[in-house]
């Protein structure tokens, strides 16, 4: 994958299956703390933006996929509640190898989500990152 434009909060990921898409909209990150780990509580850093609005990191969160029709949750949080590597929300599971924020790999357009889906928008297309 070569230059894609860097997510921030409120990205939007693809959805799967059933499941629409959801965006990256739970807490900020004040001081670009994380855990990285499946129990990082943050959807963006607080201490470096792109575009006015906190850079989204590899383990970030996202609200959970809900659909309307059955079954409600995602087949993998029916069957395994630690689906999601022992955390209780998808997370962004990769980035840029060679962009780090805030000791993380800051994500992108593209980047894969642990629930199978990958971030479609909500993107800051002036700011390129590459692999």
Same mark, same amino acid.
């Given at each position: 994958?070569?230059?894609?434009?860097?997510?921030?909060? =409120?990205?939007?990921?693809?959805?799967?299956?059933?499941?629409?898409?959801?965006?990256? @909209?739970? =807490?900020?990150?004040?001081?670009? #703390?994380?855990?990285?780990?499946?129990?990082?509580?943050?959807?963006?850093?607080?201490?470096?933006?792109?575009?006015?609005? =906190?850079?989204?990191?590899?383990?970030?969160?996202?609200?959970?996929?809900?659909?309307? /029709?059955?079954?409600?949750?995602?087949?993998?949080?029916?069957?395994?509640?630690?689906?999601?590597?022992?955390?209780?929300?998808?997370? /962004?599971?990769?980035?840029?190898?060679?962009?780090?924020?805030?000791?993380?790999?800051?994500?992108?357009?593209?980047?894969?989500?642990?629930?199978?889906?990958?971030? @479609?928008? =909500?993107?800051?297309? /002036?700011?390129?990152?590459? #692999?």
């Amino acid at each position: 994958m070569s230059s894609m434009p860097i997510a921030v909060w =409120g990205n939007l990921d693809s959805g799967h299956g059933p499941f629409p898409p959801t965006p990256a @909209i739970l =807490g900020i990150a004040k001081g670009g #703390e994380t855990t990285k780990s499946a129990f990082n509580p943050f959807s963006a850093s607080g201490n470096v933006v792109a575009g006015k609005k =906190g850079v989204h990191r590899q383990w970030d969160v996202r609200i959970l996929h809900i659909s309307l /029709t059955a079954p409600a949750f995602p087949p993998e949080i029916v069957v395994n509640a630690m689906a999601y590597n022992g955390g209780p929300l998808p997370f /962004t599971k990769d980035g840029s190898s060679s962009v780090i924020v805030n000791g993380v790999p800051c994500a992108r357009l593209g980047s894969k989500v642990i629930c199978t889906s990958s971030i @479609i928008a =909500g993107v800051d297309k /002036t700011v390129l990152v590459g #692999e």
